[in-house]
């Protein structure tokens, strides 16, 4: 009996969770770049911040990345949910990033972005969030 062997190129479109983990990687990359060394790492999904680091000066910064699908605009953020989490910086002494970063398909905005594929990127580097209360 002969047997075949059919070789499919399906096209995995990326996840929530992949796409996030994409746009960590740039921000990471991004932070080791300016100096800053990490602490702790989180990439899971909605789980804040994704990165806790130092500066030089023992200075803790924690960093919230987020993903978005282009053209949404990747450097707006909850407002109202920001202000918690800054609440929650200042109690812990530390600073806070924002990193927004957008992904798209080069071929089409309402394609999906697939697995091992070239991507559009939007990422405008780090925003320094005010936790300092007037």
Same mark, same amino acid.
């Given at each position: 009996?002969?047997?075949?062997?059919?070789?499919? +190129?399906?096209?995995?479109?990326? +996840?929530?969770?992949?796409?996030?983990?994409?746009?960590?990687?740039?921000?990471?990359?991004?932070?080791?770049?300016?100096?800053? #060394?990490?602490?702790?790492?989180? +990439?899971?999904?909605?789980?804040?911040?994704?990165?806790?680091?130092?500066?030089?000066? +023992?200075? &803790?910064?924690?960093?919230?990345?987020?993903?978005?699908?282009?053209?949404?605009?990747?450097?707006?953020?909850?407002?109202?949910?920001?202000?918690?989490?800054?609440?929650?910086?200042?109690?812990? #002494?530390?600073?806070?990033? &924002?990193?927004?970063?957008?992904?798209?398909?080069?071929?089409?905005?309402?394609?999906?972005? &697939?697995?091992?594929? #070239? &991507?559009?990127?939007?990422?405008?580097?780090?925003?320094?969030?005010?936790?300092?209360?007037?």
């Amino acid at each position: 009996m002969l047997g075949f062997l059919y070789f499919c +190129s399906m096209r995995k479109p990326l +996840s929530k969770q992949e796409m996030h983990n994409l746009a960590m990687n740039h921000v990471g990359k991004d932070l080791e770049s300016r100096g800053f #060394e990490f602490v702790a790492i989180n +990439s899971k999904l909605k789980k804040h911040p994704q990165f806790v680091c130092i500066d030089k000066n +023992s200075q &803790y910064f924690f960093v919230i990345v987020r993903v978005v699908k282009l053209p949404q605009n990747p450097n707006n953020y909850d407002v109202v949910w920001m202000e918690t989490f800054k609440k929650h910086a200042l109690e812990k #002494e530390a600073k806070v990033l &924002y990193a927004g970063v957008g992904i798209g398909n080069p071929k089409g905005v309402e394609l999906p972005i &697939y697995f091992n594929e #070239e &991507y559009l990127i939007e990422y405008n580097g780090i925003q320094v969030i005010e936790t300092n209360y007037n």
